[in-house]
Nanobody
Framework: EVQLVESGGGLVQTGGSLRLSCATS????????IAWFRQAPGKEREGVSC????????YYTDSMKGRVTISSDNAKNTVYLQMNDLKPEDTAVYYC???????????????????????WGAGTLVTVSS
């Protein structure tokens, strides 16, 4: 059974940092791409970043570029999302997702309602106070 378990969310002040973790199980880690998506209240879901052994990493959200870093620990089957200089508009539920092979291209992820990821975690809430 595939499992994606997010952790690391919480309440942080503007300018603060958080590191989200996604612990995975039930599949061969280095054969999958792991991506983070987020959904803010009243807004569409959007891709944040993705990493895979096959294709490196991708960053999807212009508003977070330069402030977010994705990494993985293959020995722990875990992906991390380091977020710095957080802003109130980063407040959202952050989801860990997975699909086989490479990360989806940015132009695909940008389509509203993109559904190309095969597995989703339950999400972790990030709240940035002003």
């Amino acid at each position: 059974e595939v499992q994606l378990v997010e952790s690391g969310g919480g309440l942080v002040q503007t300018g603060g940092s958080l590191r989200l973790s996604c612990a995975t199980s039930g599949f061969t880690f280095d054969e999958y791409a792991i991506a983070w998506f987020r959904q803010a209240p009243g807004k569409e879901r959007e891709g944040v970043s993705c990493i895979s052994s096959a294709g490196g990493s991708s960053y999807y959200t212009d508003s977070m570029k330069g402030r977010v870093t994705i990494s993985s620990d293959n020995a722990k089957n875990t992906v991390y999302l380091q977020m710095n200089d957080l802003k109130p508009e980063d407040t959202a539920v952050y989801y860990c997702t997975a699909r086989q092979d490479q990360c989806p291209p940015p132009q695909a992820v940008a389509v509203v309602g993109y559904h190309g990821m095969d597995y989703w975690g339950a999400g972790t809430l990030v709240t940035v106070s002003s």
